[in-house]
């Protein structure tokens, strides 16, 4: 008897059955089902908790080990450092831990072994091992750096290219999640969100002793260019010897317009190109790192729709022809063809939609549709890459659904923001097409996971950053 007849066999005999033992098995088998799954969640949950600290800690430690290693000695106290043996909650250092109240950090100072130490301890609330009284699972993490071995601050070049168009204004969570009466606390309006994560990611890099640095010895350059339909001229800041500034930069922008990123990311490009210049006359610094961060929550809405051949995309076309007769201007009757493409299987505008298979017939070509803005923007970037720019993109708040925003009452006659599928995929496919490599490019889906991005991005930096003795 084969497999599938066997399985038809007790589909049958579980339709006709009438003791409930089929119904007892199968509860089991759910029970246990859920019991797997609920376990894997809770344990996910604290493996990404655990891999979070552990990039935070490696930062802390090399943000130590730097200060010990410039001025001599351990911080005196928590305003110039991290002071030894002194513990902090991730809330003082500015790091969220959702689902842990509990988690702390210190740093160690071993002088003998020249080393700066950090270590982590923590705990993630459980969703479902609650059942088994399991409330909490621990975890923690060290990381260890010897300020013997570090040389110095290897000079770097940040400029952020920030998406300031108008769905900023909206909220980072769908409208079909929460009640229609009355504002969700857990919602946070775009672009505040991304202010809170400049602000945080600020907080990261303060700890290289930026406010230490004198002429001639300066080593880290940012700039900001925030967009919408163009670059937003009141809002960008040029490259200068510092970190931005919370109220005059950050906390200055606001949202509005059309998205079209192919200008400022242009402009970032040149800015790369002469950074090289201003380190090289600073510390005589010839290969100072470059990094551009790029965040945008929706697809450019400026351009012409251009078609790309590209594999995998599950999008066809075809040239065909329509014979099409009339008169022409010596007034005699003519007939001729007149091309077109057809697209599988739907016109122009449903090029997206429920394709999961290629047509049948020739002369089917598999493409993409991109704005004549996007394919802007994706060449700067290909020039930034070869140049050696280390690129970081970030989709923000991408996933499909209507959004509300603060400003007004959640009704279904209240202005609202739509996410389409489409919209989705045609900024990720630019997005990822930037990115120097594939895990820099990150799609955070609401607030939390923003901050964790550039959280991320700043940890990252801060490791190519601080150059370790050879």
């Not at 410039?70 to 002071?83: H, K, L, M, R, W």
């Not at 300020?147 to 998406?163: K, R």
Request: proline share 4%.
């Amino acid at each position: 008897m084969s497999v599938k007849q066997i399985l038809i066999r007790h589909a049958r005999a579980y339709k006709n059955n009438e003791d409930g033992d089929f119904a007892l098995i199968w509860g089991l088998c759910f029970l246990v089902m859920m019991f797997f799954i609920g376990t894997v969640m809770d344990i996910s949950r604290q493996m990404s908790a655990s891999h979070k600290a552990q990039n935070i800690a490696d930062s802390i430690a090399l943000s130590a080990a730097v200060y010990i290693s410039t001025y001599g000695e351990a911080p005196a106290d928590a305003s110039v450092g991290f002071p030894h043996n002194h513990e902090y909650t991730a809330a003082e250092l500015g790091y969220d831990f959702p689902g842990s109240d509990d988690m702390t950090f210190k740093v160690v100072y071993d002088d003998a072994n020249k080393e700066a130490r950090v270590i982590t301890t923590g705990n993630v609330d459980t969703m479902f091992m609650q059942i088994f009284n399991h409330n909490t699972l621990d975890f923690s993490s060290t990381s260890t750096t010897k300020y013997a071995e570090l040389e110095d601050l290897h000079p770097a070049s940040i400029t952020f290219v920030l998406d300031n168009s108008g769905s900023m204004w909206f909220d980072d969570i769908p409208y079909e999640t929460y009640p229609i009466s009355g504002v969700p606390e857990e919602a946070v309006r775009r672009i505040d969100s991304l202010k809170y994560s400049l602000n945080h990611f600020n907080t990261i890099l303060s700890g290289l002793g930026l406010d230490e640095a004198v002429l001639g010895q300066r080593f880290l350059r940012t700039g900001m260019i925030p967009y919408n339909e163009d670059i937003i001229q009141s809002g960008v800041v040029p490259m200068q010897w510092d970190i931005l500034d919370q109220h005059s930069d950050i906390n200055a922008m606001t949202p509005g317009g059309a998205t079209n990123s192919s200008p400022p990311i242009a402009e970032a490009w040149g800015w790369m190109q002469d950074e090289p210049t201003f380190h090289f006359q600073e510390s005589g610094e010839t290969n100072a790192h470059k990094f551009v961060i790029f965040m945008t929550d929706g697809q450019n809405t400026i351009g012409t729709d251009i078609w790309i051949p590209e594999e995998d995309t599950l999008m066809w076309r075809r040239k065909e022809y329509v014979e099409v007769c009339g008169y022409n201007r010596r007034g005699r009757y003519r007939c001729r063809n007149k091309p077109f493409w057809k697209y599988f299987n739907e016109a122009i505008e449903g090029v997206h939609n429920d394709h999961t298979h290629e047509p049948d017939g020739s002369g089917w070509e598999e493409g993409r549709i991109y704005l004549s803005t996007d394919l802007e923007t994706m060449a700067a970037c290909e020039e930034m890459k070869a140049a050696g720019v280390n690129v970081y993109t970030i989709g923000f708040a991408l996933e499909a659904g209507i959004f509300g925003t603060n400003d007004w009452a959640y009704d279904e006659s209240s202005l609202t923001w739509e996410v389409t599928p489409e919209t989705k995929e045609k900024s990720t496919a630019v997005l990822s097409a930037c990115a120097s490599k594939p895990q820099n490019f990150i799609l955070a889906e609401d607030a939390e996971a923003l901050t964790g991005a550039f959280e991320m991005i700043g940890n990252d930096i801060i490791k190519e950053v601080i150059r370790i003795k050879s």
